[in-house]
């Protein structure tokens, strides 16, 4: 008893990040609290008097009962657990979640993060009333050192593309690629890893890799 849910804690406490999302050991847990529930009631069921229960069945109520809160316990860890990872993501990459991420979310979790981002971009934008541009929450609190920064593209990724900014115009990325840019246009793209930051005077590479 509690084995499956309990393997599912430290499966996410061991990942580097989240682990693939085990449906099945969930769906078994889940069949382990119905299972217990009917014992449960199979042993109310063989007792008439249920104020004058004998200690043998008080007993095994008790440890039923410990078992479906044990495993309930462990498996709303295992989901709140997961969605305060989703929910950081946002904060640490934007929009730009990596692909590998994303193919380990349940569709659920997917749709989770959809209807997060949809509230986070719903809220900043009416955080400053009148602001003629949304006020990014997710931006790094710390003042840069650098308006502009020089970046460079690390990612072979066809999906960047161009990018309109507010500040820059119209940037086309491809790997290889060194650019000259508001940080706050990239700010995403270097959280994400898929730009790195280059220090021009010095030629020393910084941030990038998420």
């Known amino acids: ?52 229960l004998p200690k043998e069945a008080v007993t095994g109520l ?12 462990c498996l709303l860890a295992y989901l709140n657990g997961r969605l305060e990872v989703i929910e950081q993501l946002r904060w640490e990459v934007g929009l730009m979640v990596p692909q590998e991420k994303i193919d380990k979310l349940h569709d659920a979790e997917k749709q989770y993060l959809n209807n997060y981002n949809a509230a986070l971009d719903k ?36 999906s960047l593309g161009e990018i309109v900014t507010s500040d820059s115009g119209v940037v086309r990325l491809r790997q290889g690629y060194q650019l000259l840019v508001k940080r706050s246009d990239v700010e995403h793209l270097i959280r994400a ?7 021009s005077h010095r030629g020393d590479v910084v941030g990038g890799g998420f």
Not at 39 to 50: K, N, W
Not at 63 to 72: Q, W
Not at 131 to 136: A, I, Q
């Open 193 to 199: 890893g898929k730009v790195v930051h280059v220090r």
């Open 62 to 73: 008790l440890l039923y009962g410990d078992f479906i809160d044990r495993n309930k316990r």
């Open 1 to 52: 008893h509690v084995k499956k849910s309990a393997q599912l804690l430290r499966d996410l406490k061991r990942a580097r990040w989240l682990p693939q999302f085990n449906d099945k050991a969930v769906k078994e847990a889940v069949e382990e609290i119905r299972s217990d529930a009917q014992e449960m009631m199979r042993i109310v069921s063989d007792h008439e008097d249920l104020d004058d």
């Open 123 to 158: 809220y900043m934008k009416r955080y400053v009333h009148n602001c003629k541009e949304p006020l990014d929450l997710t931006a790094d609190v710390e003042a840069p050192e650098d308006m502009n920064v020089q970046v460079r593209v690390v990612v072979d990724d066809p």
